[in-house]
């Protein structure tokens, strides 16, 4: 096979292997030193720079973050908080220290 066909054979490959789906994974559960459910940790808020506000986790070294939304799917802007700060006990739930 002459070069330029195996570059573009191997380049081919690399590409398509992108579109096979990987395992899902239960987004539930923390996957990281100390494994458990997320239900196990304690959730604050964090409230973006427009003043909406999103579920914050800090576990140690992981953390976790989704838009805290109404049942409608709308995102919440309390005003709980000044814009880009986090409140609530967000950093309990783990014995690891956070290095930052």
């Known amino acids: ?28 559960r923390d996957y990281g030193i100390d494994r458990k459910d997320l239900s196990q940790l304690r959730a604050g808020i964090w409230v ?11 576990d ?9 939304l109404d049942k409608y799917g709308k995102p919440v802007c309390s005003g709980i908080a000044p814009p880009e700060t986090a409140v609530g006990p967000y950093k309990s739930g ?6 930052i």
């Not at 783990?94 to 290095?99: Q, R």
């Open 1 to 28: 096979m002459k070069p330029i066909k195996a570059i573009a054979f191997g380049m081919s490959a690399l590409l398509l292997a992108g579109c096979i789906d990987a395992p899902k994974r239960d987004k539930t």
């Open 94 to 99: 783990s014995a690891i220290e956070d290095p």
């Open 48 to 58: 973006d720079p427009q003043g909406c506000d999103h579920w914050i986790i800090d």
């Open 60 to 68: 140690g070294a992981e953390g976790y973050l989704s838009a805290r």
